[in-house]
């Protein structure tokens, strides 16, 4: 049972749950729904240390900075890699979102989805960021399962899910029932990964140097990991590495999808090794059920038949894919303190990997 000062104190905050991504973050705030979704980067003055920028504005910054300015991602393949950095990345979107929807106290319950492959230093790391950077109590979720709860999922059922959360540092696979995580698998391979073999692509049979952003674009515009109706072209910009000077060139989508082949063959043989280790009850569920995809890197054309026609599974994009994580961690802070001690308990006993 909540106690007087708790419950004074809901009644005067707006929950938070935050999906801090590798790729981006994103906030929802209970009663106003996703206020912020802006990029996991932030601009710093190597010479004074100061951060110049955050999210958006830091991305623009990206590869167009001087010499002294440094954009960095301070979360990589899915984990802290600058403690420092994140807390006042949390710090400045826990602020961000107190000016937008004017949040009464500025102390909210703070739900983040982390990781499963997080170690606990990381676990405790990630608190203690949030904490410091403003909230009152702090609940960690493992992304998968926020995933499930976000995609609708019947993870409270004796009835088996799967999860596949495909984000910018990490592919998380999961099967869920009655709470539990029964098998999971975390590989450090996802959009990220498939950016870099674009730009590994171009620089090989074109000589041609092109950044991330170009990668992501091209990735997004006609990337496909299932050969499509129509094969699609694009025109990619970089400079010429043999004359250094600036060069265009067209690209097909059938070449994009080879240049991706590594990093989904590993996202494939990651969900064939988790329904390896499923048990036969709970494989022929996922066999009524299907397999539910998660995360920006889903939407990657083709992925959920090529996926089906490896797994021999009915295999579907959840709504809102992108959005599942955070909506995951909002439902959890909807939870009675019973039913969210059970949930947070059972995702760390259930683990296996």
Do not use: W
């Not at 991305?59 to 167009?64: D, I, Y």
């Not at 961000?96 to 170690?119: A, D, L, Q």
Request: with cysteine.
């Amino acid at each position: 049972m909540l106690s007087p000062v708790s419950s004074l104190l809901g009644l005067f905050s707006r929950d938070i749950s935050i999906d801090l991504g590798t790729a981006s973050t994103l906030v929802l705030v209970q009663g106003q729904g996703i206020v912020i979704h802006e990029p996991s980067v932030v601009a710093i003055d190597k010479r004074t240390k100061k951060v110049m920028a955050i999210g958006a504005e830091a991305k623009e910054m990206v590869g167009r900075t001087p010499a002294n300015i440094v954009a960095v991602r301070p979360l990589r393949d899915g984990v802290i890699s600058d403690f420092d950095i994140t807390e006042k990345m949390l710090r400045y979107f826990i602020n961000k979102v107190h000016e937008r929807v004017r949040i009464p106290t500025p102390r909210p319950r703070v739900s983040v989805g982390v990781p499963s492959g997080v170690t606990e230093v990381e676990r405790r790391a990630v608190h203690d960021a949030a904490s410091r950077a403003g909230a009152r109590e702090v609940y960690l979720i493992e992304e998968p399962k926020a995933a499930a709860i976000g995609a609708g999922l019947p993870i409270t059922d004796s009835v088996g899910s799967m999860i596949v959360d495909i984000g910018g540092g990490t592919t998380e696979v999961a099967v869920i029932s009655l709470n539990g995580v029964v098998v999971s698998r975390s590989i450090r391979m996802a959009g990220d990964e498939m950016d870099d073999q674009i730009i590994q692509y171009a620089r090989q049979k074109y000589n041609l140097l092109i950044g991330e952003r170009m990668a992501e674009r091209t990735k997004i515009a006609i990337g496909s990991a299932y050969p499509l109706a129509e094969e699609q072209r694009m025109t990619i910009r970089g400079r010429n590495l043999i004359t250094g000077l600036p060069e265009s060139v067209e690209v097909s989508s059938v070449e994009i999808r080879e240049a991706l082949k590594a990093p989904l063959t590993a996202i494939i043989d990651t969900i064939k090794s988790a329904i390896d280790e499923t048990p036969p009850e709970l494989v022929a569920d996922l066999m009524e059920q299907g397999i539910a995809m998660s995360g920006g890197s889903s939407l990657l054309q083709g992925l959920p038949e090529r996926l089906s026609e490896e797994t021999r599974m009915r295999v579907y994009r959840a709504d809102d894919p992108v959005t599942c994580v955070v909506r995951g961690g909002a439902k959890l802070l909807e939870l009675s303190d019973a039913q969210r001690a059970m949930l947070l308990s059972a995702q760390r006993s259930g683990l296996r990997r």
